[in-house]
Structures are given as C-alpha cells and as structure tokens.
C-alpha cells in the first residue's frame, strides 16, 4: 500500500488519477475510502474539491457537503493466523458490540487474507448469512442517504 499523501495537492492528483481509471471504466464511484481509513489533513482538504459525496473513517461516513458523521462503524477481520476471531468486538453485551448491534448502518470489511484460510471465509460466509437475515444489504451513498431523510 502506497504511503499516505503528504500534501493537498498530491493527495488532489492521486484521487483525480483513481477517478480517470475509474471513468474510463464507465465505474460509478460516489465516495471514497482511504486504505486503512488514513483520511489525514491533506486527503480531507482534496476531497473538498473533487466530486465526491462522501469518505468515511472506521467508525463512520462523513458527507463531504456538510461534514456530517454517520454512524457506521466498521467490523473487521484481521491477517494474523486467526482474522476470522477478531471481526467482532466480544462478549456480546459489550460497549463495542452495542455499537454494532445499534448502528443504523454496519459496514464488513473483508481482507483479501482472510479469505486465503478455510475457516476464515467459513467465518466471513457466516457472518453475512447472519447479517443478511438481519439487516437489509445498502452501498455506501444508500446509507448515507437514509440518513439524510431520517435527519430531515
């Protein structure tokens, strides 16, 4: 993974640069997520002028017109031998599983190396079996517009 923009400016043309490739594909892209939620200074002030809806950090989306944070926090499974066993905060009951439980929006962040172990896409095959018989599937731009029309 590339190292973080240290600049506005070269923030501003790695983004337009993913946003040509994404074009010339004839992709839709609405937001944008940084690698890692690595949404430092320099990334928020060139996302300001770039025609994106939204970018979000770990615990949330955030809409580039207003600032406003949506709750959305982030389960995620990690690559240190057992990634399955870490997706989700435990025991249930707990401050951070509430979180999860409560969110209007829940968002799975699968890495490509979890999927590499059995029983790590066993887990990740599970959870959304569960999630989808709990919860109804959105994108991000979705999610971000149910809650502006919750707020309004």
Same mark, same amino acid.
């Given at each position: ?22 074009? $010339? ?8 997520? =940084?690698? &890692?939620?690595? @949404? #430092?200074?320099?990334?928020? +002030? *060139? ?17 580039? $017109? ?8 982030? =389960?995620? &499974?990690?690559? @240190? #031998?057992?990634?399955?066993? +870490? *997706? ?65």
């Amino acid at each position: 993974m590339a190292a973080p923009p240290t600049s506005e400016r070269e923030a501003h043309l790695r983004l337009r640069a993913g946003l040509r490739q994404f074009m $010339d594909l004839d992709w839709p892209v609405e937001g944008f997520i =940084a690698p &890692g939620w690595h @949404l #430092g200074p320099a990334l928020r +002030a *060139a996302l300001q002028h770039l025609p994106f809806r939204y970018t979000g950090d770990r615990e949330g989306l955030i809409a580039l $017109d207003d600032g406003r944070m949506r709750p959305a926090p982030t =389960a995620v &499974g990690i690559d @240190l #031998g057992a990634p399955w066993q +870490a *997706a989700f905060p435990k025991p249930r009951g707990s401050t951070a599983a509430a979180r999860f439980d409560e969110a209007p929006c829940l968002r799975l962040a699968v890495h490509p190396m979890d999927l590499c172990h059995p029983d790590g896409r066993a887990f990740w095959f599970r959870t959304l079996d569960r999630m989808l018989s709990q919860r109804r599937p959105a994108t991000l731009s979705e999610c971000l517009g149910e809650a502006r029309d919750s707020a309004g």
